[in-house]
């Protein structure tokens, strides 16, 4: 089992463009979170899918939006980027409450 | 509103030293805790859930409702047990799994 896995690993765009990061979950595992990790802060929850639905959604704005498929890979967009939204991207998979986390996408708006 | 809180950003102790890693939280309802830990290069991690009480590369952690309080302890430090270390909070409700993270507290063991 590859455990978590991301795609890009490092992504940079400039303002106003949008982005599409991609998460595969472990084996197994159904439900499907994201966060965002500014530099030195901890993960801030965006939100998450469990059954091809949005089931929770932390304080982000509308430009942030996903999706989950049937195999329950995921995807997270953010349209209109600002530079604020340089960050490390974490995906995160769980069956049981216990969530394991992808190594993430570094994003850098520029 | 749930918070949880790290208060120390770095803490630097010799090899075989305790180790004290501070976490509070702020949470209306019944808490579940965890710490997650992150060696260099490496991704984010399971280190320890209050509800299974167990000890991990020996440390220990426990939830003090009175205090609202997680502490990570161990009683001899080793110098691999430097890194990020991250207290998180989840919902006890609907086992949705959302994770409140700290801002975490990098350990450094000195030689």
């Known amino acids: 089992d590859a455990g978590v896995t991301q795609s890009p690993t490092h992504l940079i765009k400039t303002r106003g463009q949008q982005v599409t990061l991609r998460c595969s979950p472990k084996?197994?595992?159904?439900?499907v979170s994201w966060y965002q990790q500014a530099l030195g802060q901890g993960p801030q929850f965006i939100f998450q899918?469990?059954?091809?639905?949005?089931?929770q959604r932390g304080n982000f704005p509308d430009r942030f939006s996903g999706h989950q498929f049937p195999n329950y890979s995921s995807e997270l967009n953010v349209n209109a980027l600002l530079l604020g939204d340089s960050a490390l991207y974490l995906c995160?998979?769980?069956?049981?409450?216990?969530?394991?986390f992808g190594a993430g996408t570094r994003l850098s708006v520029l | 509103a749930q918070r949880v809180t790290q208060p120390e950003k770095l803490l630097s102790v010799f090899k075989g030293a305790p180790v004290e890693l501070k976490c509070n939280y702020s949470y209306s309802g019944s808490p579940e805790l965890f710490w997650y830990v992150q060696y260099s290069r490496q991704r984010l991690q399971l280190l320890l859930r209050h509800i299974s009480r167990e000890s991990i590369k020996g440390f220990t952690a426990d939830l003090n409702k009175g205090e609202t309080s997680f502490h990570l302890k161990k009683p001899f430090a080793q110098e691999e047990d430097s890194a990020m270390y991250y207290c998180?909070?989840?919902?006890?409700?609907?086992?949705?799994?959302?994770?409140?993270f700290g801002q975490g507290t990098t350990l450094q063991v000195k030689p």
């Open positions: 899918y469990y059954e091809e639905e949005e089931r």
């Open positions: 084996s197994g595992h159904d439900t």
């Open positions: 995160a998979s769980s069956f049981s409450n216990i969530q394991y």
């Open positions: 998180a909070l989840g919902s006890d409700s609907s086992n949705t799994g959302k994770l409140i």
